[in-house]
């Protein structure tokens, strides 16, 4: 029987073998995480040459680097993988963690203007299908350019701001996403992140909240980019509805930022025009037997994943560190799984399974924030735990 988290081949990039991939393990020998790469399904601990993931990930060439080189077999994909999402986990051997460590945590919201814009139809024309065709053709005529071809800040962005104006339906979610400037916030703290295998955290209190399935640029202090995994941007849709100002709430709790399974490295096999067209799916099964699938197409971004970058780090903003950002998912969950009208909300126990074939599959089982492994080891525990291991 297959475990809920999936095997390693279910959980590696279909190209595993042509990708460069790198990753992080706690391996109890030295009572903290190592920086691992994957090579022919073992998994190799590469902390003698690089003590962290963003150490690597600083180098002109990270994935030419983790190419070439050599480490401690730990054990296999199959095995690490397996001891991490056991019901009762071996202590005495190694886990998968979350890929990034030292990086900024970071996200962006509302960057696929046309599901937006059409949930505004939506809302509008409640239900009537020619109305929300006339809705639209009124759009596309004020605009003068298909909604895919729209681009935010642009002066056609502009006249469909008015127009919607006029018609009483500007948001601030609008705003962001057509308007000059992105959504570009804090989705967690350093280190705060959970991987693959492990639960993702909702609050107890909270009656409304989704997946978010997100491709996610590992991006260097510099600005570059230089790699991309999958993450989950868990959202409380209650808390953020009752206030844009409550988006910390909705966004940064225990176990609400999922990353990985691993970072695959850009190099001449897969790189940024790769990202721009993958197509990332989202599959859900609750334990009432609900079943949801759906589709986030990369290609259908309304900000380019450069831009998007440039609006986060720059003259205006520094991460010595370098940052990981999410890129927003064209995911709206509306389908219903109790009562007609009443759309989606996690249940406890609710697997979720963000994949793309380049990437891989994170797999993460819904619990309550409160519930969820805590999160105690912080940067200072990180620093003492590699001075004592003689790696800074």
Avoid at 57 to 63: R, S, T
Avoid at 213 to 224: D, K, M, N
């Amino acid at each position: 029987m297959t475990p809920w988290f999936g095997t390693a081949a279910e959980t590696l990039p279909d190209t595993a073998g042509d990708g460069v991939l790198i990753g992080r393990i706690w391996d109890p020998a030295v009572a903290g995480p190592s920086p691992v790469v994957v090579r022919d399904g073992e998994v190799i601990d590469i902390s003698s040459s690089f003590p962290t993931v963003r150490d690597l990930c600083e180098v002109p060439e990270p994935a030419t680097v983790a190419a070439g080189l050599a480490g401690r077999r730990v054990g296999t994909v199959d095995e690490v993988l397996g001891n991490t999402g056991a019901a009762h986990r071996d202590d005495a051997r190694p886990w998968l963690l979350a890929p990034v460590d030292l990086q900024a945590l970071k996200a962006a919201g509302v960057t696929f203007a046309v599901s937006m814009i059409e949930r505004v139809i939506e809302e509008r024309a409640r239900g009537d299908l020619t109305l929300a065709a006339d809705l639209r053709r009124r759009m596309l005529a004020g605009v003068g350019v298909d909604f895919h071809d729209l681009s935010p800040g642009s002066e056609e962005a502009g006249r469909l701001k008015d127009l919607l104006v006029a018609e009483g339906a500007w948001s601030q979610y609008l705003e962001v996403g057509i308007g000059p400037d992105a959504e570009i916030f804090t989705k967690g703290q350093v280190l705060s992140a959970v991987g693959t295998a492990v639960p993702v955290g909702v609050l107890a209190t909270s009656t409304w909240n989704n997946p978010e399935p997100e491709v996610a640029l590992v991006v260097q202090s510099s600005g570059r980019i230089v790699g991309a995994t999958l993450g989950n941007d868990v959202n409380l849709r209650d808390v953020e509805g009752r206030s844009a100002l409550l988006l910390p709430m909705a966004k940064d709790n225990n176990a609400s930022c999922a990353l990985g399974p691993f970072i695959r490295l850009f190099d001449d096999r897969f790189g940024l025009d790769d990202v721009r067209g993958l197509e990332v799916g989202l599959h859900i099964s609750g334990d009432d037997g609900f079943r949801l699938d759906a589709v986030s197409e990369m290609s259908q971004i309304s900000r380019d994943p450069v831009a998007l970058v440039d609006q986060l780090i720059g003259p205006h903003h520094h991460y010595p560190d370098g940052a990981v950002l999410m890129l927003g998912t064209m995911f709206a969950p509306i389908q219903d799984r109790d009562r007609p009208g009443e759309g989606f909300t996690h249940k406890l126990g609710d697997v979720v399974e963000i994949s793309s074939p380049a990437l891989g599959t994170l797999v993460n089982r819904v619990q309550h924030a409160e519930e969820c492994t805590p999160w105690d080891f912080g940067i200072r525990a990180l620093m003492t735990n590699l001075a004592r291991r003689g790696l800074l």
